[in-house]
Nanobody, 122 residues
Framework: QVQLVESGGGSVQAGGSLRLACTAS?????MAWFRQAPGKEREGVAC??????KYADSVNGRFTISKDNAMNTLYLHMDTLKPDDTGMYYC????????????????????WGQGTQVTVSS
């Protein structure tokens, strides 16, 4: 089992930026960010594995996912934030080396963090 711990959430005005971090207890090839707004289903934001990154259409061009394998840490840099970006952000992972590149990346996670809240005000 892999433990995932998120940090970096907070409150920001529309147009601002935030960086989220997620530290894993050991190396995890596939990692991803998901989010859930109140009253809505959880949705995938972005994923990364050994060869690929992918983004949801709603964040493409504004968010950047990256990973420091030496530190077992995943990042999500969020720019030009909008009120619709508000929600609980979850870090996720799996042992699949190509789980972002191949198949339905939103169904790949087997490990989940507890979440960190992001609130964007207009």
């Amino acid at each position: 089992q892999v433990q995932l711990v998120e940090s970096g959430g907070g409150s920001v005005q529309a147009g601002g930026s935030l960086r989220l971090a997620c530290t894993a207890s050991r190396y995890t090839a596939y990692m991803a960010w998901f989010r859930q707004a109140p009253g809505k289903e959880r949705e995938g934001v972005a994923c990364i594995d050994t060869i690929a990154t992918k983004y949801a259409d709603s964040v493409n061009g504004r968010f950047t996912i990256s990973k420091d394998n030496a530190m077992n840490t995943l990042y999500l840099h969020m720019d030009t934030l909008k009120p619709d970006d508000t929600g609980m952000y979850y870090c996720a992972g799996s042992r699949g080396v190509y789980d972002c590149y191949i198949g339905d990346w939103e169904r790949a996670p087997t490990y989940w963090g507890q979440g960190t809240q992001v609130t964007v005000s207009s």
